[in-house]
């Protein structure tokens, strides 16, 4: 059974830092492309960061420069380091593992970041 768990969210104040960790089982994870993607009320879910299982990158416009992606292949676990937090990054952030040649897709439950003005 695949599963994905996040952790490392919570309240923040304007300017500070998380790092999130998404610790992944039953899938071969070297072999997936990772993401991060998130979700603000009311709004629709948006990819914020990915790592191909090449570690090439992709970020969000919003969060170039500020965000990092990272993986560790031993530990089957991504991180997302979060640097310069904003009141707009606020969300619901979500672990994502694919596999285009599988064809398969996996989500975590998401963990808040909260960031106050």
């Known amino acids: 059974q695949v599963q994905l768990v996040e952790s490392g969210g919570g309240l923040v104040q304007a300017g500070g830092s998380l790092r999130l960790t998404c610790i992944t089982s039953?899938?071969?994870?070297?072999?997936?492309?990772m993401g991060w993607f998130r979700q603000a009320p009311g709004k629709a879910r948006e990819l914020v960061a990915a790592?191909?299982?090449?570690?090439?990158?992709n970020y969000a416009d919003s969060v170039k420069g500020r965000f990092t992606i990272s993986r560790d292949n031993a530990k089957a676990t991504t991180y997302l380091q979060m640097n310069s937090l904003k009141p707009e990054d606020t969300a619901v952030y979500y672990c994502?593992?694919?596999?285009?040649?599988?064809?398969?897709?996996?989500w975590g439950k998401g963990t808040l970041v909260t960031v106050s003005s």
């Open positions: 039953g899938l071969t994870f070297s072999n997936f492309a």
């Open positions: 994502n593992a694919y596999n285009q040649y599988l064809g398969v897709n996996y």
């Open positions: 790592m191909t299982s090449g570690s090439s990158t």
